[in-house]
């Protein structure tokens, strides 16, 4: 797949890895964190900074009872009701401008991900650069198929996705006018843990879909990241925060701003480690073949003189002839009085 631009920034193989700070409810509803939010993620080096864009009501019904709470023991977000935990967590609406705003100012990309279709409306009119689908929704087609519409990339989650679930969300979006596509390998689990992230799926994704493949990851550190950016990732998405001390209902498994620029880093590295396939020395070992062994007078040598292995070496450094031909010309006689530490060449002979 061709590279194509989300803002201006180029997305693919050829270009260093596209690094996305994710927000999500990690503003603790406040807009002067937000906003720090957003200066910490410029200042740590990342691309793009990622909001969501819902309402508790848009999300789910209002009830306490039964599968409207979560009851998973290991849950972050234990007997929590879906209804409170996502009026915690929403960014309220108004907010957006302003957060899209500093982003433009500071030289990173603001976007969203949006969560149902009026969620896409409210973004166009503040013309964001791409939408981001959550594992959640990858199999809400409808959602897919109006986000595909504005013919804006799309970036989207394959959380909990079997390869039918992944076709046929494919198929929408490009029905529906979807050009520019990345598929983000994905666990749905908070924090996830590396065992269960199966990296391999990123390039067999990218073969088989046909689309660029990157990595949504909910795991601690930057390991991971910067070892599916060696498995050709070109998008990398973490969630950030100013400090996990902090709380929020995401600040867990989110990464603090000087983890954010390790990743930055380390995932430029890697890509930059890629290269290509290369045998032989690369420019920059030029100098270095002077310290390859050779083949050396070890002891004055007379002219007449049989070489032996008590006057001939392979030591370093590798002005001499290379130590494969140690055994021809072992037993040969030179030319000529050879002093101790004459580099052998073939004029010697003869």
Same mark, same amino acid.
């Given at each position: ?101 500093? *982003? =433009?100012? +500071?030289?990173? &990309? ?7 279709? $009026?969620?896409? @409306? ?55 006018? *979807? =050009?520019? +596509?990345?598929? &983000? ?7 996830? $843990?590396?065992? @269960? ?154």
């Amino acid at each position: 797949m061709s590279e194509f631009l989300i803002g201006d920034r180029k997305i693919g193989k050829g270009s260093p890895p596209f690094v996305i700070a994710e927000m999500s409810g990690n503003h603790n509803q406040s807009l002067e964190r937000a906003l720090t939010i957003v200066e910490e993620a410029a200042k740590s080096g990342a691309h793009a900074l990622k909001i969501q864009t819902y309402k508790a009501d848009t999300m789910t019904l209002n009830l306490s009872q039964d599968e409207f709470v979560i009851g998973d023991s290991g849950s972050l977000w234990k007997n929590r009701s879906l209804y409170d935990l996502y009026q915690q967590a929403y960014t309220p609406w108004e907010w957006h401008k302003p957060i899209f705003d500093r *982003c =433009k100012e +500071l030289g990173i &990309l603001g976007f969203s991900t949006p969560f149902d279709e $009026t969620a896409i @409306d409210f973004l166009e009119s503040l013309n964001v650069p791409c939408y981001k689908i959550a594992s959640f929704e990858n199999t809400d087609l409808p959602l897919i198929r109006k986000a595909a519409s504005t013919g804006k990339p799309l970036i989207i989650s394959t959380g909990m996705a079997s390869v039918a679930e992944l076709d046929e969300t494919v198929r929408a979006a490009r029905e529906a006018g *979807c =050009k520019q +596509l990345v598929l &983000l390998k994905c666990t749905s689990t908070y924090p996830a $843990t590396p065992k @269960d992230t199966n990296l391999m799926t990123i390039p067999h994704m990218r073969d088989l879909f046909h689309c660029e493949a990157g990595l949504s990851d909910h795991t601690m550190g930057s390991g991971v990241a910067v070892a599916a950016v060696a498995l050709g990732a070109t998008v990398i998405e973490k969630h950030f925060t100013l400090n996990r001390a902090d709380g929020g209902v995401d600040s867990a498994f989110s990464m603090e701003p000087e983890e954010m620029k390790r990743l930055v880093a380390e995932s430029l590295s890697a890509w930059q480690a890629m290269g290509a396939i290369s045998y032989g020395p690369v420019g920059s070992e030029l100098k270095s073949m002077q310290f390859r062994r050779s083949l050396y007078a070890a002891k004055d040598i007379m002219a007449g003189e049989l070489l032996n292995n008590d006057n001939l070496r392979a030591i370093r450094p590798g002005f001499g002839l290379p130590p494969k031909y140690y055994p021809i010309i072992i037993g040969k006689r030179v030319n000529k009085d050879v002093r101790k530490g004459t580099p052998i060449t073939w004029d010697l002979f003869g």
